[in-house]
Each structure stands twice: as C-alpha cells, then as structure tokens.
C-alpha cells in the first residue's frame, strides 16, 4: 500500500522564484494537511482540505502561499515568489476520517516524507 | 502559551533504562490525544494513540490525565532504536487539524 508521495524530495532555488510543492494522498483519505517543519517553530499546520475543499487557511503565512485540491489524489503548495525564510521541510498528511465518524483511528494522520525547501 | 508544550530535553538515557516524557495542553476542549515518533530527517509516524483510561503497546505506556491537561508516555527497556523525538499531538472539539508540541528528543546510549 503506497503512502503519501511528496515530490521533489529537496528543491533548492533562488528568492522570487516560484516554487511548487506536490502531494498525492492515500487513496481513500478524504482529509489532507500541508504542514512546515522548521528548528524554531516546530511542525505548524499550514492549510487543510476535506473531500478537497480548504476548510482551514488560517495557517498560511501571507499571501505569497496559496495551496489547492483539483481533486482527491492531488494536492500543490505554491510558494510565489520564494524568500530565503521560506526554508524549511514542508510536509504533506492525509487522514481518513469520514464525517460524522470520530474515534482515534480516524484522526490519524500520516505523513509523506516531507519535501526539503532552501531558498538562496 | 503554547497550546501543547514538551519538554525538549535531550533525555540521555542508557539501554535498557525506563524514561518518562510528559506534556502538557491548554486547551480543555481537547478531545484526541496521540504520541509520533519523528526520527531525524524524516516524516512524523504515530506511534500510540492515548486513551481516557491509559493504554499499553508493548514497551511503550501512555496515560492521559484530563482533569490536570497533560499526557505522559512511558518506555520501559528503552533501546538504541528508541532514539527519535517524541512529538505530543492533541486534537481539539470542533476542529479537524491536529496540534503538535515541538517534541521532547530521546538519546539511548550503548
């Protein structure tokens, strides 16, 4: 069974340049989370979806990050244009929580392997 | 204040040793509570989720205590493999989103 499959792995690029982080969940996940992971703030939740529609944006640093699900098997994270604070690794999580339905199984989340960002 | 708080440590601790972790979460709607496992320069794993009545997996204990707002995780007969930071997660009544605490990290030395 394929896990969540985050590409590319490391991206390196210059300031204002865009960048485009993709994520294809579990199939069957109908909640995916983009989340960052750096040494000073610890993993933060960036945005989250459910059945593909962004229920919780509040995360997203500015402007420049803008996140969409075109459909249930792909998620991309955009970054435009890039600034060297951006760096950090940006992770991809997909649950498998139906609606309605709460127990500890269903919150799990399960993460990609994380895409590693420096901007230059 | 953050919402989930660890301590950082390391802890360094010796094979075979029993090591405690505590966290503590600031906000009482929270409803689900769980324990990942983050080796270095990977992903987040779960490791245990933590039940109202306290839950076992092996070596691995965790309680969760509601009235003073904190989780424990206990691990008995640690291993070299245990090495990895040990993230406190909780989910809060009415959100989706998960809160993770910036993790408590586990040194177990030969």
């Known amino acids: 069974d394929a896990g969540v499959i985050q590409s590319p792995r490391h991206e390196v690029t210059e300031m204002g340049q865009e960048v485009t982080l993709r994520c294809k969940p579990i199939?069957?996940?109908?909640?995916l989370f983009w989340y960052r992971q750096t040494m000073m703030r610890g993993l933060e939740l960036l945005i989250y979806?459910?059945?593909?529609?962004?229920?919780?944006d509040s995360g997203m640093p500015e402007d420049r990050f803008s996140a969409k699900m075109p459909n249930a098997s792909f998620s991309t994270l955009k970054i435009q244009p890039s600034e060297p604070r951006d760096s950090a690794v940006y992770f991809c999580?997909?649950?498998?929580?139906?609606?309605?339905?709460?127990?500890?199984?269903?919150?799990?989340?399960?993460f990609g392997p994380g895409t590693r960002l420096t901007v230059l | 204040r953050k919402e989930v708080e660890q301590d950082p440590g390391p802890f360094n601790v010796p094979e075979g040793a029993t090591v405690a972790f505590n966290c503590t979460y600031s906000?009482?709607?929270?409803?689900?509570f769980f324990w990942y496992r983050q080796d270095c320069r990977k992903e987040p794993k779960l490791l245990m989720s933590?039940?109202?009545s306290g839950n076992e997996d092996g070596r691995f204990t965790a309680q969760l205590n509601r009235a003073s707002q904190y989780i424990s995780l206990l691990i008995r007969d640690s291993k070299l493999s245990d090495s990895a930071t040990y993230l406190c997660?909780?989910?809060?009544?009415?959100?989706?989103?998960?809160?993770f605490g910036s993790g408590t990290r586990l040194q177990v030395q030969p």
């Open positions: 999580a997909s649950s498998p929580r139906r609606s309605g339905l709460i127990s500890p199984s269903t919150d799990t989340q399960y």
């Open positions: 199939s069957g996940h109908n909640s």
């Open positions: 979806f459910n059945n593909n529609v962004p229920i919780d």
């Open positions: 906000n009482s709607a929270s409803q689900s």
């Open positions: 933590v039940y109202s």
């Open positions: 997660v909780v989910r809060a009544t009415g959100r989706r989103a998960l809160t």
